[in-house]
């Protein structure tokens, strides 16, 4: 049995096609609906009207901020539900706005051709500055601020630059006081296909990721890698190297600006001709027909954009 853990806050349509692509008696779907979306329900009454196979566990929803530890939080929160249920083979972590890029039975049959192996994200041995930084010092009220725009929240924003500034200034260096002994600080894509026995390990190591990095900035691209990377778990890697890519945690994703590039119709192909298993980003207010074309594709569906007028009908 493999469990999805699925982290979602809008676009509840476009959550309906993924969970009916992973619908499938081999999969649990533990779904997280952000404290702070408008319309919980209908999220769930989508996705109880399409999902007939898999059994669907609604964990008790977190109040998620970009950048903000509360994307840990969330993350551990959903490891430990699903592993009250049972010890399943595999947890994938994904957001609301991913895509399967294969049916259900090719995903099994390539975990188990690759049993025992851990997908994660590793970036390159040497991080940026700015990834340094993101851990070093507190970032105080990040989760209040999260990714508001430069006016919101202006008093918060000018009082923790302050605080950074100073920290610099007298030398704090969380990394050094947090850390354990050689401990080297990793980052990568914060999304994931884990073993149980390194679920297990990480949900064994919460206190010191909570002491590590609940004060710092974005820190859910950084705790995960830093975990395996230091330690022997290292070797159950699929590609156990620094800068191991999107073939690391079997996710395609392409950054434009820092952001995850949103896939549209003309990026079919270069989607399924890919190795990965899993995309992200996609977002059904830009691009509805890529959407309905990869889920129709999957389940061998004759493409109709009907089906599309039918969505923005509803």
């Known amino acids: 049995m493999h469990a999805y853990l699925i982290m979602a806050h809008h676009h509840f349509y476009q959550l309906k096609i993924l969970v009916s692509l992973l619908d499938d008696k081999r999969n649990d779907l533990f779904i997280h609906i952000d404290e702070k979306a408008e319309n919980k329900n209908l999220a769930k009454e989508l996705c109880e009207a399409t999902v007939r196979k898999s059994r669907i566990i609604w964990v008790s929803g977190i109040h998620v901020t970009w950048g903000g530890y509360s994307q840990i939080k969330c993350k551990l929160y959903l490891l430990k539900e699903a592993r009250k249920i049972r010890k399943y083979r595999y947890y994938h972590l994904l957001s609301g706005d991913d895509l399967p890029l294969r049916n259900q039975d090719e995903i099994h049959a390539f975990f188990d051709v690759y049993s025992g192996q851990n997908f994660v994200n590793v970036g390159s041995e040497k991080y940026s500055k700015d990834a340094e930084e993101r851990c070093r010092y507190y970032y105080f009220f990040q989760d209040v601020i999260g990714k508001s725009k430069w006016y919101e929240h202006i008093f918060l924003k000018v009082v923790r630059r302050l605080c950074v500034s100073l920290q610099k200034i007298i030398c704090i260096d969380r990394i050094h006081e947090s850390f354990k002994n050689g401990w080297k600080l990793c980052h990568g894509s914060n999304w994931f296909s884990i073993t149980d026995e390194f679920a297990g390990y990480v949900l064994e190591n919460k206190d010191w990721i909570y002491k590590a990095f609940h004060a710092g900035c974005c820190v859910d691209e950084l705790f995960l890698q830093t975990l395996v990377m230091n330690s022997s778990w290292k070797d159950t890697l699929h ?36 190795e990965c298993l899993f995309a992200r980003k996609f977002d059904e207010s830009i691009d509805m027909k890529i959407i309905m074309r990869i889920k129709n594709v999957l389940t061998n569906v004759h493409f109709r954009g009907d089906e599309i007028e039918n969505k923005n009908n509803s």
């Open 239 to 274: 590609i156990n190297t620094y800068n191991n890519g999107c073939k690391g945690n079997l996710r395609f994703i392409y950054f434009e600006n820092h952001l995850p590039h949103i896939w549209i119709s003309e990026d079919y192909e270069k989607l399924m001709e890919s």
